[in-house]
């Protein structure tokens, strides 16, 4: 006799399905507003491109969370942004936009796979990674052709094995250090780049935005990434390598708001989810003390300023819920019963 098997979602499956949803449902207006406004011919294939791979996963999600009776995300929609809107960036910003986002995407879709169980689930990552993976290399060649692409520094490589045999290989945080390993440059050049795309969306919301309250959070915000690339370009300086640009120049002078603030808002407290997740990876990767003491600041400053925006995006009704464990004593409701 043949039973059907429906098998559940679990919490981590449903929780990573819930944020891609939410990601590229905001994406896909950013996107939008984006092609309204390139003229370049070779960044707008990348940014079609990105785009029908996030109005894709919104599709199979929403398919998912359909056939499982869960309610769909409201995420973003034609409200969140105006397309006619004159141009926030200039096209060269798309380009550093789209490569970052692949990058975080290629995190975020090998997490979800990884602790995916149900069989449905784990081929929306494995096409996501997929996808992923097509936009990234498409990306990187056109910034390669334009040189617009943001190497990390030349190193001489090993010659011959070295053991390590003092405890002057781990530093002290006052004095001179050793040179930097080639795994510390490596996060090091990568967070510069993701604080520096911070920093430039900060830049044009501050202008765009029509929340006092808001714009003093983005200028907050901007300030605060300054700081914290000038600390990361004093480790790299330090080991005589040459710090990459910066995108603050890829900002227009627009003032006219592109994207609704709620959408802007919960924008930026994504990427510093994502800087905040990247430093403490590059923690783990790093043997000098010094370096490790400026992460654990860096990430205890970007906590504070996390928790400060999902409280203004909580004051004003922005935040939809996550998905959460039941609450067993609201259930219980003891108040309420009698001895």
Known sequence: METDHHINLTSAEIAHLYTTFSSDSMAIRVLSYFLENTQDTEIKPILEQSLSISLKHLEQISKIFTDENYVIPIGFGEEDVNVQAPALFYDTFYIHYVKQMSRVGLNAYSLGLSIAARSDVRMFYHEALKDATELDENVT???????????????????????????????????????????????????????????????????????????????????????????????????????????????????????????????????????????????????????????????????????EGAKLMIKNGWMEKPPQAMNRDELANLSDKTD
């Open 141 to 307: 060649n056109v910034a390669l052709q334009k040189g617009l692409y943001i190497r990390a520094p030349y190193i001489i490589g090993p010659k011959e094995t070295e053991f390590v045999h003092t405890y002057d290989f781990l530093g002290e945080l006052i004095g001179k250090p050793r040179p930097l390993l080639g795994m510390e440059i490596a996060h090091l050049y990568g967070n510069l780049q993701t604080i520096s795309l911070g920093k430039a969306l900060c830049i044009g919301f501050s202008q765009a935005a029509r929340s006092k309250e808001v714009t003093k959070f983005f200028i907050k915000l901007r300030e605060s990434a300054g700081k914290h690339m000038d600390m990361i370009t004093d480790k790299i300086n330090g080991s005589h390598l040459k710090p990459p640009l910066t995108w603050n120049d890829t900002v227009t002078e627009s003032i006219f708001p592109p994207f609704s603030d709620k959408l802007m808002m919960f924008h930026i407290n994504a990427v510093m989810a994502t800087v905040v997740g990247d430093f403490g990876v590059s923690l783990g990767a790093s043997l000098r003390k010094d370096i490790n003491s400026m992460y654990g600041i860096l990430i205890t400053e970007l906590e504070l300023h996390l928790y």
